[in-house]
């Protein structure tokens, strides 16, 4: 994919960016017109990554049609999405996380049932992983899937899911059995009795709404089971990790331009800088372009190989960190009152912070980064 490629397909997406950041501080107070305006302001259709068979108007790109399937394509689009509002572009109907998973471990018929509900005009989906007393750590989960009958009944509490009051399906991991092996992957009616999902008050990327899932024995068909043709090595947590590593990436190019939206704002805004305040406006678009290299790369790399997650957490380090820099130094540099007299500077304040906690930590990212590099796959990434 050329350099010319991808910045004619930025151009188009900053053209799709002008509809979101018209709608941006009115889904941050109002997170429900997700449902019942959003999806009419942009052509979701062609931003959420359909597949083809189930996409009849894609984006276009030279005459060529674009699907967003890959994640240099979904990088290169919601970085400029992002620029306009962060939130907007994670509450837009469509797969999201739960279309890996699908790509990974769904069987014919379940990839079909997916497919068709999703497409079937405006569909939310949901990715159900953390919980409240582990977060994502396979070993302490306690949503449980336990046989009864002909069925099975699934019961649990996750935390943090986007999108669940809105959505129709989703995927959550549950125990099936004990051991390294025992985690799998279900595809979850959103109908079904059992099942609820509570919205959670939050700060920043308010459009996400992010949500509790509650479910009590909500049952479950053997049909529901995502990946049960496979080998157990190759189920449910197998299937999360290759999501998570190549979901980093579309994050970091979510806080990316956060933090350029906060430096627009500031080189709009301001009439003249003193020395050391354009040495500083200088020093941040060199790393807004740094950046934006490192997640393409890391993007390609995921591409390339979702098992590798080293360069992913890279990205997201260098993106998050950059995001909270730059929108907080905006503040101080805007004066008193900044955050009331520019609403959406504040807005930009709040998102920046929420990109820490989405698809792990810094820690977690350095550990993986620091086992990366241990096994030399800087090196191999520098190919990227």
């Known amino acids: 994919m050329t350099t010319e490629f991808l910045a004619d397909l930025r151009a188009l997406a900053r053209d799709q960016a002008t509809a979101l950041r018209a709608t941006a ?7 429900t017109l997700a449902t019942t305006g959003l999806h009419r302001a942009v052509p979701w259709r062609q931003l959420v990554g359909l597949p083809a068979a189930y996409n009849t108007d894609p984006l276009r790109v030279r005459g060529r049609p674009v699907l967003l399937d890959t994640c240099v394509e979904q990088v290169t689009v919601l970085e400029e999405l992002a620029r306009a509002d962060a939130g907007a572009v994670l509450a837009l109907p469509g797969p999201s996380m739960s279309g890996s998973v699908i790509a990974d471990l769904a069987d014919d018929e379940q990839r079909e049932r997916y497919w068709n509900t999703v497409a079937d005009g405006p569909t939310w989906t949901f990715f159900g992983m953390t919980e409240p007393a582990h977060g994502s750590d396979p070993g302490g989960m306690t949503t449980t899937l336990r046989p009864d009958g002909d069925r099975l009944l699934l019961t649990g509490t996750k935390r943090y899911v986007g999108n669940a009051p809105r959505a129709r399906l989703g995927v959550v991991f549950a125990r099936r059995h004990s051991g390294p092996l025992g985690v799998v992957a279900v595809l979850v009616d959103t109908s079904r009795p059992g099942f609820e999902a509570v919205p959670l008050p939050t700060l920043g990327l308010r459009g996400l709404q992010l949500s509790e899932l509650r479910m009590r024995d909500v049952p479950i068909e053997a049909a529901d089971v995502l990946g049960r043709h496979r080998s157990a090595t190759r189920q449910g947590m197998w299937a999360a990790t290759r999501t998570f590593h190549r979901y980093r990436p579309v994050v970091s190019c979510l806080a990316l331009g956060v933090a350029q939206a906060a430096y627009d704002l500031v080189t709009a805004e301001r009439r003249g800088f003193r020395s050391h305040e354009r040495h500083l406006l200088d020093g941040w678009a060199q790393r807004l372009a740094g950046t ?82 241990l096994q030399g796959r800087l090196g191999d990434a520098r190919a990227a």
């Open 25 to 31: 501080l009115d889904l941050d107070r109002d997170p």
């Open 292 to 373: 934006r290299a490192l997640v393409l790369a890391a993007a390609r790399s995921a591409d390339r190989d979702p098992a590798d997650g080293t360069l992913a957490s890279a990205a997201k380090i260098r993106a998050t960190g950059l995001a909270e820099e730059i929108t907080t130094t905006a503040v101080r540099m805007l004066g008193p009152g900044a955050r009331w007299e520019h609403p959406l500077l504040d807005k930009l304040v709040r998102d920046a912070r929420a990109f820490e906690f989405m698809e792990g930590t810094g820690n977690i990212q350095r550990l993986t980064l620091a086992q990366g590099y």
